[in-house]
């Protein structure tokens, strides 16, 4: 009843910019908190954003200052917008939704695909 898709991720140079979205899509359910994790080869898996239904959010140290996550609520999406970006923060970036499902309180994690962010000269 829920699905998520992430997209947005490419290839940029340092110090440029990308724009994440993740999309949430079906009926009967509602959403708490979205975040995103991150995971490069040879690393743990990393969250680096959560953000609340009232839209308080949250950073890892690594990414906080550079990166923004925001949600629009009519559009069940959220996004994180990566600015100054590193080599470092190359990666696959999942996004995930906690949610509920309305007929049976039921919660339900929720994750996307993944899209690979490649910052590189």
């Known amino acids: 009843q829920v699905q998520l898709m992430d997209s947005g991720g490419g290839l940029v140079q340092p110090g440029g910019s990308l724009r994440l979205s993740c999309v949430a899509s079906?009926?009967?359910?509602?959403?708490?908190?979205m975040g995103w994790y991150r995971q490069a080869p040879g690393k743990e898996r990393e969250l680096v954003a959560t953000i609340t239904s009232g839209s308080d959010t949250n950073y890892s140290d690594s990414v906080k200052g550079r990166f923004t996550m925001s949600r629009n609520n009519a559009k069940n999406t959220a996004y994180l917008q990566m600015n100054s970006l590193k080599p470092e923060d190359t990666a696959v970036y999942y996004c995930y939704a906690n949610s509920v499902l309305t007929a049976t309180w039921r919660r339900l994690k929720v994750w996307g695909p993944g899209t690979l962010v490649t910052v590189s000269s």
């Open positions: 079906g009926s009967g359910f509602s959403i708490n908190d």
